[in-house]
Nanobody
Framework: QVQLVESGGGLVQPGGSLRLSCAAS????????MGWSRQAPGKQRDVVAS???????TYADSVKGRFTISRDNAKNTVYLQMDSLKPEDTAVYYC??????????????WGQGTQVTVSS
């Protein structure tokens, strides 16, 4: 009974910026790790960034220095700030979260995905 809703995708020029948001709602007791992955046509889905409940962030080498992951626990929301975007960043971006419901029922959830296109 938990949903992750993403927003912020779209078309942007090379060198531009976008901020993705993903808000969790439903029967939530606590949210553990949260993250973002992406998948381009014909390629596997790869982890872009993740962040723990203690705000420790990890990034893929391809986005280090350009992307920033953050979270707002009061809003049950994770963000991905994407700067200096490249055409190679074009993909469907998915958020995910490891969520515990009351009475310690723990499960990983995924958002529906949002398209990010970087093109001139």
């Amino acid at each position: 009974q938990v949903q992750l809703v993403e927003s912020g995708g779209g078309l942007v020029q090379p060198g531009g910026s976008l901020r993705l948001s993903c808000a969790a709602s439903g029967n939530i007791f606590s949210i553990n790790a949260m993250g973002w992955s992406r998948q381009a046509p014909g390629k596997q889905r790869d982890v872009v960034a993740s962040i723990t409940s203690g705000f420790s962030a990890t990034y893929a080498d391809s986005v280090k220095g350009r992307f920033t992951i953050s979270r707002d626990n009061a809003k049950n929301t994770v963000y991905l700030q994407m700067d200096s975007l490249k055409p190679e960043d074009t993909a469907v971006y998915y958020c995910n979260a490891d969520i515990s419901s009351p009475w310690y029922v723990r499960k990983n959830y995924w958002g529906q995905g949002t398209q990010v296109t970087v093109s001139s």
